[in-house]
């Protein structure tokens, strides 16, 4: 009987052990995965804060901008950067294409 004792309170040793690791480990997971998405939060505030800053800028560059000016910073981007300008054109008459055979 007293082995019989013995055994069960080191089984019940064991078993609390293994309960407290196991604790312990959820603990630590659950401490990284909030750090984790902080840090993609973060990441993602200053993503949409950037995001607004360039639609700010946009927005206040036609408003305070000429159309023929506009014409004149178009034709300086191209000269500029002929090989974009041509993929962006393109992409443009697609996506005008596609629009138009919707209808």
Do not use: C
């Amino acid at each position: 009987m007293d082995d019989l004792e013995k055994s069960q309170e080191s089984m019940g040793a064991a078993a609390a052990g293994v309960k407290k690791q196991v604790s312990e480990t959820a603990a630590d997971a659950k401490e990284k995965l909030t750090e984790l998405g902080r840090d993609a939060a973060g990441q993602l505030s200053e993503v949409a804060e950037t995001a607004t800053d360039k639609v700010k800028a946009a927005a206040d560059y036609l408003r305070e901008t000429e159309l023929t000016a506009m014409a004149e910073d178009v034709k300086e981007i191209v000269k500029r950067y002929p090989g974009w300008s041509l993929a962006a054109a393109a992409v443009a008459g697609f996506l005008l294409a596609h629009l138009r055979s919707r209808d």
